[in-house]
C-alpha cells in the first residue's frame, strides 16, 4: 500500500526525478487536486500572476539555464491563455513541458465548464502533445516529454491533464526504458559531408560564418570561436545567435539581417561560401531568398533536416548537433589557407571600421535610446542577462549591448511577442541568482504584462527594469512614417499610467530619467540601487532604428547607411 499514490503524486515524484528545481503556473479547478499535492512543499512553485507571464518565465528560464522549463495552468482560459507562450516557445525552440488541466474524461467532448481541446489547439505549436488517458501512464508519458523537449530541436511539448488522472490513485511504477522509434534525432554529422564542407573552405576566396540559435542551445560557443580563429573567419549572427561569438571580437562583422550591420548584410552578398550553422534562414534575415548569398555555395548545419532546404538552396547539408560538427571540423588541419582570404577579410573588416551601428551623439535636446543601452553595457561591463520585450528598444539592444557570452540575451525572436520581457526576466533570474540581469522594455509592451511586478519583491528578484518611454508603438510608428506616407494610425499613446506609481503600487523603487545633461549620471545611480527598480528613461519620440532592409529587399538596400 505505500506504493499507491494519486496522479498528482506520481506527476510531482516524476518532475522530481526528472532534476526540475521549479516550475511557473496558476491554479484553478481542474488542477486543484495537483494544487494540493504541492502544498506539501516537495517541488517549489512559482505563481505569476497571468498564465501567459506563466510560460514567458518558464522561457525565459530555460533560455537562461539550459534546463527545460515546467509550466502548469488550469483548464480552459487558463490553458488557452498559454497558447502565446507555447506558440513563442515553438518558434524559438525552447525546451518547455506544459501541463493543461482538462475537465474529467468522462466530460471531455461534452463542452463541459472550462472545457478546451488544448491537443487540437496546440497540435501545430508544439513538437509532440498528450492527453493522459490512463493514470498509469504518467511516468512513461513525462519521461517521454522531458527526452522531447530537450533533445533534437527543442521545443515545447503540452501534456493534457484531465482532473480525474490527478486524483485517482495506482501503483507508482518505475517507467519501463524509453523507447520511441519514430523519433531517433542526428546529432553527430556525417563525416564526408564534412570533409566536402572543408574541401570547399580550402578553395573559397570569401568564407563566411553565420552563426544562429543552434550554436548557443548546443553550448558551443567555445568551438565556434575557435574555429573562426583557427582560419581567420569572418563571422556574423542572427538575433538568437548573439553572444554565440563576444561582440567586440575582431573578426565578428555584427548581427545580420533587416536591422543587422553594413558589414554583415554585404558580407553576406559578397561571400563565395556561406557555412551557417543552426540559422534557419527566416525572413528577417533573408527577407528576399532569390537575392540572398548571390555569389555563394551554402553549407547549412542544423539539428532538424526540415530547415535544410526549406528557404534557401543548399549545396552542403549536414544534419547534426552545432558542436559535435564543429568539433569534426576543427578536426581538420588546414588553418594555413586562411592565407587565401586576407583581402577578403580586411574588406569586411574595413567595412566595421566605416560603417558601425551609430546614431547622433551632438544633440542635447532628447536623450537618445541607443546612448542609454550602450551606456548600461559599460556600467555591467557587457556581462549582464539581457531581456528585451519586442520593438524598437530589441532592435538596439542587439546593436548596441555588448554582448559577450552564450545565452546572454533573453528576446523573442520568431514569434516577436510584446509583453514577453518582463516574465522572461523573472524567469532567467530565478535561473541564475548570480547573474545581473536588466530588462529593457517599451511602454507598449510593459502594457502587457506589468502584473508580473507584483512577484519581484516576493522572491527577491533584484531586476534592472529599464523601460525605454517613446510614448508610442515604435516599431508600428517606424513602418508608418517610412513606408505609410507618415500616417501614423493608432500607433501613439495619447494618455499613458503614471508608470512611477504604477512600481511603487508593487512596492518596487521606480525613477524617471527625462534629462539628455544627466542621463549617465542617473543610470549610474540608479544600477547602485539594491532590489529591483524601475527605471522610466524618456527617450527620443521619433528615433528609427537604422540601418533598416526593407521587407522583400535584399540585404545590401540598406535604409539608413551613408
Known sequence: MENIK??????????????????????????????????DGDLRHILTRHEQGAVHAAEGYAKATGKPGVVVVTSGPGATNAVTGIADAMSDSVPLIVFTGQVTTNGIGKDAFQEADMVGITMPITKNNYQVRDTCDLPRIIDEAFHIATTGRKGPVVIDLPKDMTIIETEAVHPPELVLPSYQPTVYPNKLQVKKLMEELETAKKPLVLAGAGVVQANASKELTEFVEKYQLPVLSTLLGLGAIPSEHELFLGMGGMHGSFAANMALTDCDLLINIGSRFDDRLASAPQEFVPNAIVAHIDIDPAEIGKIIDTKIPIVADAKETLKEMLSYDCAAISEHWTDWRKINLSRKKLHPFKYDKEQKEEIKPQKVIEYIGELTNGEAIVTTDVGQHQMWAAQFYPFKNEKQLITSGGLGTMGYGIPAAIGAQLGCRDKEVVLFVGDGGFQMTNQEMAILNEYDLPIRIVLLNNQSLGMVRQWQESFFNQRRSESVFTSQPDFLKLAEAYGVKAVQISDPETVEEELKQAFEEKGPILIEVRVSQTEHVLPMVPAGKPNYQMLGVE
Open 6 to 39: 494519486s496522479g498528482s503524486k506520481i506527476l510531482i515524484d516524476s518532475l522530481l526525478r526528472q532534476g526540475v528545481e521549479m516550475i511557473f503556473g496558476y491554479p484553478g479547478g481542474a488542477v486543484l487536486p495537483l494544487y494540493d499535492a504541492l502544498y
